[in-house]
């Protein structure tokens, strides 16, 4: 599988503003997602419970469902929801602050939401091939050749993007899919108190989430027990803790970036020098790890 990611960063930019037409939806599929977040990027439980037990657990968020026709399905807030056993069921994924990027070859940049872990300067990962990389990321577009599915690499490529998907086959030994029946507990997760619910889920529709929000899922991710529904209550209520008071460098750059941000899709102001040295202040200088740059 051979591709050309620089300069791209098609998979960890919301890029819909810049060309609509070309760009795909997380809102295809049987259950369309509660928020409007775009290329999500789901995790693992073992890699929510590193986030969290690093210090980090303030850079996930949740994702729910809309329930497919033949669904379980359990109604909160006058919301229906997908579910399992009256539990809603989620995902945790990385959060997408508005970011000053210039992705998919465009000159200038522009606020468009972005991996937390993007840095903006380079359009890199801030935690490529770390122990924290997602295997998400570590495997796309793996899946979607082995499904002849599209690729954000073709969608790119239509938007007059670039040869970026440079051969069409998936790597040897991809791990198993992320939303497969053996998924429950290990990358899709039911939430044990629904009752607790009322008001959080308007707020995750809305795009307004609390850092409690947010940790709420985180733990019941962590507590959760692959191939099961079965939660671990002391550990989901500690790795709840540990995200709702985390503080890191990562979660203070989501929060600058989003007081500073310009509309979405906006140029950014100032020369390009100045983004960068405020890219700089709010995420190098401040504890995040720098990136490669390109061979
Ligand atoms: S969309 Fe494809 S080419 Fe672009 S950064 Fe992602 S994997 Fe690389
Ligand atoms: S973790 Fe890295 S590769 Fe994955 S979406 Fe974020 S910036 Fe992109």
């Known amino acids: 599988m051979k591709l050309d990611c620089e300069g791209c960063a098609g998979c960890c930019v919301d890029w819909r503003p810049l060309a609509p037409e070309a760009a795909g939806s997380d809102r295809t599929g049987s259950r369309p997602p509660l928020d409007d977040r775009y290329d999500l990027v789901p995790l693992t ?14 850079v996930v968020t949740p994702r729910l469902f809309e329930p497919a026709e033949r669904d379980d399905a359990v109604d909160i807030d006058g919301v229906d ?9 989620f995902v945790v994924g990385l959060r997408k602050p508005p970011k000053p990027v210039a992705p998919i070859g465009t ?13 903006p300067t380079t359009l890199q990962c801030r935690i490529h091939e770390g122990e924290r990389y997602p295997r998400t990321c570590a495997t796309y577009p793996g899946h979607n050749l082995a499904l002849d599915a599209e690729t954000e690499c073709d969608r790119v490529e239509a938007a007059g993007g670039g040869d970026r998907l440079l051969d069409d086959d998936p790597p040897e030994g991809l791990p198993p899919f992320s939303f497969g029946p053996q998924a429950l507990g290990a990358t899709v997760f039911a939430y044990p108190e629904p009752d607790e619910l009322s008001g959080v889920i308007r707020r995750i529709q809305d795009g307004e989430a609390s ?25 989901m209520a500690e790795a709840r803790t540990s995200a709702r008071d985390a503080d890191s460098w990562a979660g203070r750059a989501i929060r600058a970036w989003t007081e500073r941000a310009g509309g979405d899709g906006e140029a950014v102001d100032g020369a390009r020098e100045t983004v960068e040295q405020t890219v700089r202040e709010l995420e190098d200088d401040a504890g995040a790890p720098g990136t490669p740059g390109w061979e």
Do not use: N
Request: charged share 40%; proline share 5%; aromatic share 6%.
């Open 45 to 58: 439980r073992d890699e929510v419970a590193r986030f969290v037990d690093d210090g980090l657990g303030d």
């Open 81 to 89: 929801l997908a579910a399992v056993d009256d539990r809603p069921v």
């Open 107 to 119: 000159d200038e940049p522009r606020w468009l939401d972005s991996c937390v872990f993007l840095d």
């Open 211 to 235: 850092a409690d929000d947010r940790a709420r899922f985180a733990g019941a991710a962590v507590g959760s027990r692959p191939g099961s529904l079965a939660v671990t209550r002391e550990r």
